[in-house]
């Protein structure tokens, strides 16, 4: 019931723009629950298009049909925007943060809904100054019960709230009112979008997301990558039923610009030419569709795609779950985890898709 309280019931139509500062770039994946417990929810169903344009911007339209196999609930989902890594601290990450926030898009049965700034945090009192009971006097916390020391959690501010995380103020006003929440900054993990889905019980849902951001790139590297994973469709229940990701060169980039594409535990993409865009049957016949963004790419030509297709996958989990990744030039495979839970004898990146482009924009350095 709490959690209900978060999302207001108003409707707002926001726009579909984002992108990081910097060269290092957060990955977009599939919506996750927010609760730790077993989910009744399944995934019957994915469609995600992925436009890639010179300079690594890539505009992402995903759908999602879930199915409800328990009784009725009322479910948080969420996915990251924005990463704590070494170059980007918790303070630069949260400036200039609206509420709710103007990207991604969201649609419920393509109705526009509220997507508001979640906090991803571990819990470490600094030197016993406040207690749990005193961090949810301030801030929403999704979960009740106090974490154990270093454990994650999530929590949701105060919309009037957001602007004690700017920096700015944040160094010239270090007024007593926030002491909660500016000792909450320092151990920031991560910025999620996140927004509420009702379920009746059996009901199916059909939720959208359409975001841009740009692809991890060195600042004297003309290869770009991006990253899309799939295993965070191991935290709803059972398989995903069925799935497809469409790769589109856009804006003049061709083929010939990708240097490479690969999956781990997936079946191998295939180059198709000459396509018209027709969006999954279990997908276009969802109520609602007709509202949502990837209606309007229905019918669309494109002249070559690279389809990743699949049927009952089961996702396979990466080392630690809710892992996000970071690039710099001289570690193009390095991890940032915002995730402590560790799973064995799993390969790196299993279940996602990389690809890496050489920049036709890159002028060199």
């Given at each position: 019931?709490?959690?209900?309280?978060?999302?207001?019931?108003?409707?707002v139509l926001v726009s579909c723009v984002f992108?990081?500062?910097?060269?290092?770039?957060?990955?977009?994946?599939?919506?996750?629950?927010?609760?730790?417990?077993?989910?009744?929810?399944?995934?019957?169903?994915?469609?995600?298009?992925?436009?890639?344009?010179?300079?690594?911007?890539?505009?992402?339209?995903?759908?999602?049909?879930?199915?409800?196999?328990?009784?009725?609930?009322?479910?948080?989902?969420?996915?990251?925007?924005?990463?704590?890594?070494?170059?980007?601290?918790?303070?630069?990450?949260?400036?200039?943060?609206?509420?709710?926030?103007?990207?991604?898009?969201?649609?419920?049965?393509?109705?526009?809904?509220?997507?508001?700034?979640?906090?991803?945090?571990?819990?470490?009192?600094?030197?016993?100054e406040y207690t749990w009971d005193e961090v949810?006097?301030?801030?929403?916390?999704?979960?009740?019960?106090?974490?154990?020391?270093?454990?994650?959690?999530?929590?949701?501010?105060?919309?009037?709230?957001?602007?004690?995380?700017?920096?700015?103020?944040?160094?010239?006003?270090?007024?007593?009112?926030?002491?909660?929440?500016?000792?909450?900054?320092?151990?920031?993990?991560?910025?999620?979008?996140?927004?509420?889905?009702?379920?009746?019980?059996?009901?199916?849902?059909?939720?959208?997301?359409?975001?841009?951001?740009?692809?991890?790139?060195?600042?004297?590297?003309?290869?770009?990558?991006?990253?899309?994973?799939?295993?965070?469709?191991?935290?709803?229940?059972?398989?995903?039923?069925?799935?497809?990701?469409?790769?589109?060169?856009?804006?003049?980039?061709?083929?010939?610009?990708?240097?490479?594409?690969?999956?781990?535990?997936?079946?191998?993409?295939?180059?198709?030419?000459?396509?018209?865009?027709?969006?999954?049957?279990?997908?276009?016949?969802?109520?609602?569709?007709?509202?949502?963004?990837?209606?309007?790419?229905?019918?669309?030509?494109?002249?070559?795609?690279?389809?990743?297709?699949?049927?009952?996958?089961?996702?396979?989990?990466?080392?630690?779950?809710?892992?996000?990744?970071?690039?710099?030039?001289?570690?193009?495979?390095?991890?940032?985890?915002?995730?402590?839970?560790?799973?064995?004898?799993?390969?790196?990146?299993?279940?996602?898709?990389?690809?890496?482009?050489?920049?036709?924009?890159?002028?060199?350095?």
């Open positions: 019931m709490r959690l209900m309280l978060i999302f207001s019931p108003v409707m992108s990081d500062a910097g060269f290092l770039r957060s990955i977009v994946q599939n919506p996750i629950p927010v609760s730790s417990f077993p989910t009744s929810i399944e995934m019957t169903s994915e469609d995600v298009l992925i436009e890639i344009y010179p300079g690594g911007t890539v505009e992402i339209t995903a759908a999602f049909l879930f199915t409800n196999t328990g009784a009725a609930d009322t479910v948080i989902m969420y996915f990251p925007v924005k990463l704590r890594t070494i170059f980007d601290g918790p303070y630069l990450a949260l400036y200039n943060i609206s509420d709710p926030l103007l990207s991604p898009s969201v649609t419920v049965n393509g109705l526009p809904v509220v997507v508001r700034p979640m906090i991803g945090n571990t819990w470490t009192p600094w030197h016993d949810r006097d301030v801030v929403y916390t999704m979960q009740e019960t106090e974490p154990d020391s270093g454990e994650f959690y999530f929590y949701i501010a105060d919309e009037f709230s957001w602007d004690t995380y700017d920096i700015n103020r944040m160094l010239n006003e270090w007024s007593s009112d926030y002491t909660v929440l500016k000792d909450l900054v320092v151990t920031i993990h991560s910025l999620n979008a996140c927004w509420s889905v009702p379920f009746a019980e059996g009901d199916s849902v059909l939720v959208e997301f359409s975001t841009e951001y740009s692809m991890s790139s060195g600042y004297e590297s003309p290869y770009c990558t991006m990253i899309y994973p799939l295993y965070t469709g191991a935290s709803w229940a059972g398989p995903i039923g069925e799935g497809r990701i469409t790769i589109v060169p856009s804006g003049g980039l061709e083929f010939a610009d990708f240097d490479s594409w690969y999956s781990t535990s997936m079946p191998d993409a295939g180059i198709m030419k000459n396509q018209t865009y027709v969006p999954l049957e279990s997908i276009s016949g969802a109520d609602g569709f007709e509202l949502t963004e990837l209606a309007c790419f229905s019918g669309t030509y494109l002249d070559s795609v690279l389809v990743w297709e699949f049927n009952e996958f089961e996702p396979v989990v990466s080392p630690t779950q809710w892992e996000y990744f970071y690039f710099t030039q001289d570690n193009p495979d390095g991890r940032f985890y915002s995730g402590l839970v560790a799973v064995e004898d799993t390969e790196d990146w299993s279940s996602s898709i990389r690809i890496d482009i050489l920049d036709p924009l890159w002028a060199g350095e």
